[in-house]
């Protein structure tokens, strides 16, 4: 059974940091690409940013451009989401997902598996 688990997440001033992870079991993590999506409510999912399987490639969303970034480590299975100066405007449930594809996607719907998310607030 794949499973998912983000943690990282909390209420953070303007300018601060927070770290996000995404720990994967039940899957070969090193053959998934990963992507960082958030969503409020009232709106359509947003992707933040991706990685290739190896690393190799990244993928951001102009928004959060030079102030997150996203990394992994296949061998803890784990994906990271670095975020610095955050903004109000940052403000979300953060879910992982993963796609079984050496390619990445900007689209929710080619994702396979999804973690439960976790909520970021930042307060001006």
């Known amino acids: 059974q794949v499973e998912l688990v983000e943690s990282g997440g909390g209420a953070v001033q303007a300018g601060g940091s927070l770290r996000l992870s995404c720990a994967a079991s039940?899957?070969?993590?090193?053959?998934?690409?990963m992507a960082w999506f958030r969503q409020v409510p009232g709106k359509e999912r947003e992707t933040v940013a991706y990685i290739t399987w190896n690393g190799g490639r990244t993928y951001y969303t102009d928004s959060v451009q030079g102030r997150f970034t996203i990394s992994r480590d296949n061998a803890k299975n784990t994906v990271y989401l670095q975020m610095t100066d955050l903004k109000p405007e940052d403000t979300a449930v953060y879910s992982c997902a993963a796609r079984n594809n050496i390619f990445n996607s900007r689209t929710p719907r080619d994702y396979d598996y999804w973690g439960q998310g976790t909520q970021v607030t930042v307060s001006s």
């Open positions: 039940g899957l070969t993590f090193s053959r998934f690409a």
